[in-house]
């Protein structure tokens, strides 16, 4: 846990729009009062955010593609985000997820 607690000495930590969008999406699942909103906004504002662009999605369908051929689809969210992180320079990942970023050549996966 201490990874994640410890992003103010951290200063090239990075996520995806793709996490915020999904992140976002589970804290107003969880507390439908927008209670929290802020304290995310807060914390993804000293993170920097990588885009999805052109590169990145290529990327990502390049993933995809591989893993379909493999018989180790993942979900495409997971596709958009190794693409984005990959396409970006950084080759590692902290995630509760091992068993779907694991699958994915070139990206290192850490827990928490």
């Known amino acids: 846990m201490l990874k ?3 992003i ?13 969008y999904e992140t976002s999406i589970g804290l107003q699942k969880a507390v439908p009062e927008g209670n929290g909103r802020r304290e995310f906004e807060a914390m993804v504002s000293r993170l920097i ?3 999805l662009d052109r590169k990145a999605s290529l990327k990502a369908a390049e993933i995809a593609s591989f893993l379909l051929r493999t018989g180790k689809m993942i979900d495409h969210l997971d596709c958009l985000t190794a693409g984005i992180l990959l396409t ?3 080759d590692i990942l902290l ?3 091992i ?3 694991s699958r994915i050549p070139g990206l290192k996966v850490e827990t928490y």
């Open 88 to 90: 970006n320079g950084y």
């Open 4 to 6: 994640v607690l410890d």
């Open 49 to 51: 955010v990588l885009p």
């Open 8 to 20: 103010e000495h951290q200063p090239l930590l990075a996520t995806t729009e793709v996490n915020v």
């Open 99 to 101: 068993s779907h970023f």
């Open 95 to 97: 995630t509760r997820n």
